[in-house]
């Protein structure tokens, strides 16, 4: 069974940061064969694109709202993806996910994503 597990979230001020983690196990294929996201979903919001990093070269995409704020990482040794979160703000309040997919034809498209996790929230006070 696979599983993506995230962890790191919580609740800090504006301005501060966090550091959110997802281990994945169970993957059919090895953990390179898959592109890695993250996605959130804030209350009465559509779930929206994050960042992703595709498999085995390690591009990274970030959504015009995070761009220079956040940083998608992949430890492949320990199938991990990880995001640091820089500079917080209110509007980044969310519960945010981890996906995987092994093909994938648009990285920013929550769809193309056949895995998921559980989900962890970030709470950023003003």
């Known amino acids: 069974q696979v599983q993506l597990v995230e962890s790191g979230g919580g609740l800090v001020q504006a301005g501060g940061s966090l550091r959110l983690s997802c281990a994945a196990s169970?993957?059919?294929?090895?953990?390179?064969?898959?592109?890695m996201g993250w996605f959130r979903q804030a209350p009465g919001q559509e779930r929206e694109f994050v960042a992703a990093?595709?498999?085995?070269?390690?591009?990274?995409y970030y959504a015009d709202s995070v761009k220079d704020r956040f940083i998608i990482s992949r430890d492949n040794a320990k199938n991990t993806v990880s995001l640091q979160m820089n500079s917080l703000k209110p509007e980044d309040t969310a519960v945010y996910s981890c996906?995987?997919?092994?093909?994938?034809?648009?990285?920013?498209?929550?769809?193309?994503?056949?895995?998921w996790g559980q989900g962890t929230q970030v709470t950023v006070s003003a």
């Open positions: 996906a995987a997919a092994s093909w994938i034809r648009g990285l920013r498209e929550p769809n193309e994503y056949n895995f």
């Open positions: 990093i595709s498999r085995i070269d390690g591009s990274t």
């Open positions: 169970g993957l059919t294929f090895t953990f390179t064969s898959y592109h």
